[in-house]
């Protein structure tokens, strides 16, 4: 704790209470305390370096600059000092406008810089911004469900889900695939997902039993799609949605060979009438992602409701 007599040494100067009563409300630089003081940098800086060898304000490095704020309220009469003084100081009110003003121009260049990509900020590289971010957050506003992921392969999409899903069943065709995906659940503690050996075209899941039934980039392997899409109706709730992300139809024949594709992605009106015929309600379709590099694949999304039963 700063002794009181250390701290009123300090603070004497008048300078080094005015640094402190704009510290109280903003975390700044040195170049914005020498435009809004009207000093040269080294009598800023000289007052900066007593005050923090007192505890009375700290730094914290952002590229080349050091912003500074005042320290933590350890105790130390600072408090009282920069009520009274606010009141005593004639250039107190002055230099608040003056940081409002230095605290704008900040703002305005950050501003700047969101007008000047703006248009095309998605096209670029945003660091932080990934795909995987983005579902986890929207996955935080999922409610726990039941969740049947179809054609699962090692579970990646899994382990997603299983976040927030109050139990994730994954299925999948190959039984190298189940066990890695096993191997990978363990490894991050995860307990909530149950991995069963079968085909998305019979599925080894009871009737009315998932909320969520999801073809992740799987449905293109079915020999016969249209028969896994009535399995997810079987084994979904009343009420329940099935989601489908794949491949748009395409012509890259190479993916038969390359990925064991059996069908070359699908239109939109193709997905809409094998949901359609399965007996879904509410269908929508949309393309949602094009890769930039050849063969340009598209994803394209599928989303539709098991109708709730009548009394």
């Known amino acids: 704790m700063s002794s009181i007599v250390k701290t009123l040494r300090v603070v004497a100067d008048p300078n080094r209470l005015r640094i402190l009563l704009l ?72 230099d608040q406008s003056a940081m409002r003003r230095v605290v704008r121009k900040r703002q305005d260049k950050m501003r700047s810089f969101f007008d000047s990509v703006a248009g095309r900020l998605g096209k670029d590289y945003v660091p932080g911004r990934s795909w995987k971010s983005v579902a986890e957050a929207l996955l935080c506003l999922m409610p726990p469900m039941v969740i049947a992921d179809l054609g699962a392969g090692e579970g990646a999409f899994s382990l997603l889900l299983a976040q927030r899903a109050k139990k994730v069943i994954a299925v999948d065709t190959s039984a190298k695939m189940i066990e890695v995906a096993r191997e990978q659940a363990l490894r991050h503690g995860v307990e909530n997902v149950e991995y069963r050996l079968g085909d998305m075209e019979e599925v080894p899941i009871d009737n009315d039993t998932a909320d969520l039934v999801f073809f992740s980039q799987s449905l293109h392997h079915a020999m016969h799609p249209e028969r896994a899409v009535e399995e997810a109706v079987r084994i979904l709730v009343p009420g329940g949605r099935i989601v489908i992300l794949d491949l748009a139809k395409h012509r890259f024949e190479e993916a038969r060979e390359l990925y064991a594709d059996e069908w070359l992605g699908f239109t939109e009106t193709e997905l809409e009438t094998m949901l359609e015929k399965a007996g879904f309600t509410g269908i929508q379709t949309s393309v949602v992602h094009k890769e930039p590099e050849t063969p340009q694949f598209q994803t394209l999304l599928a989303v539709a409701n098991k109708s709730a039963k009548t009394a």
């Open 23 to 94: 510290l109280r409300g903003e975390e700044l630089s040195v170049a914005e305390l020498q435009e809004i003081l009207v000093m040269g940098q080294s009598t800023i800086s000289t007052h900066l370096s007593q005050l923090k060898q007192a505890g009375l304000v700290e730094d914290r490095r952002t590229g080349k600059s050091n912003f500074y704020s005042l320290g933590p309220a350890d105790g130390s009469p600072l408090d009282e000092i920069l009520v009274r003084a606010s009141k005593e100081i004639s250039e107190a009110g002055a």
